[in-house]
């Protein structure tokens, strides 16, 4: 089984983070170093007392992952295990939780996302497309999309209704199983009966339009694997679209808007 490593996405966490959050907002103002971080030692510093102090707030352990520099001089970027990333200024004695925005001459940049989105792009990417359902253009490739999908979802079906047509665009659909009752749901069974098949092309439309098919499994099929990395991304619900950027769209969108998402129109 491939393990894919952590994804952190702040905008999906939920229990324990969520009311982590709570505790951090209720404590902007705690004293956590009297000097500004210089040094290796002072990151370590850093992070062994954000544990400290967030832990006791939370009446459980805390794990600080990373502590890393922002772009803003007055911020380091401060990654929890459990998903949450809060900003904490260089001495220590502030920090704050939600996404970190540049103000350039042409508008915000939500800095947090750009992140996310290259994290997303590097997972994604990394992927064997032949572990994928993927439906081609026939004639130039001028972008793709990659869909966390499940066979029983309503806005599944309509978006692959609609996959000939994002093709006649140029479009690529690369498909990834995300069965929404889990693992051991009747959609793992018919995802992995598409992906098992021979032609795991016409067997997931068929399932896609209802069409009853005998389920089947193999060892081979990787609804495990693609399950754990949408769960490591975020991903709630399906459809969710990462786009060949890094962007994640959560639901349905019609090939019009998808085209422009990708910058092809």
Known sequence: ???????????????????LAASVFAALLITLLPAPIATADDYDQLRRRLETVLSASMGDVVVVDSVLETEAEELVEVSLANGLVVYAT???KHFVVGDLYAARDDGLVNLAEQKREAERKTLVDGLDVDDMIVFRPEGETRGYITVFTDVTCFYCQKLHREVEDLNARGIEVRYLAYPRGGLESEGARKLATAWCADDRQDT???????VV?????CEEAPIADQYALGQSLGVRGTPAIVTSRGQMIPGYKPADELEQLLGLN
């Open 1 to 19: 089984m491939t393990i894919y490593p952590r994804f952190f996405a702040t905008h999906v966490v939920k229990s324990p983070a969520s009311r």
């Open 90 to 92: 260089p001495t220590g």
């Open 204 to 210: 997931l439309t068929k399932l896609k339009a209802g």
């Open 213 to 217: 098919l005998p389920l089947t499994e």
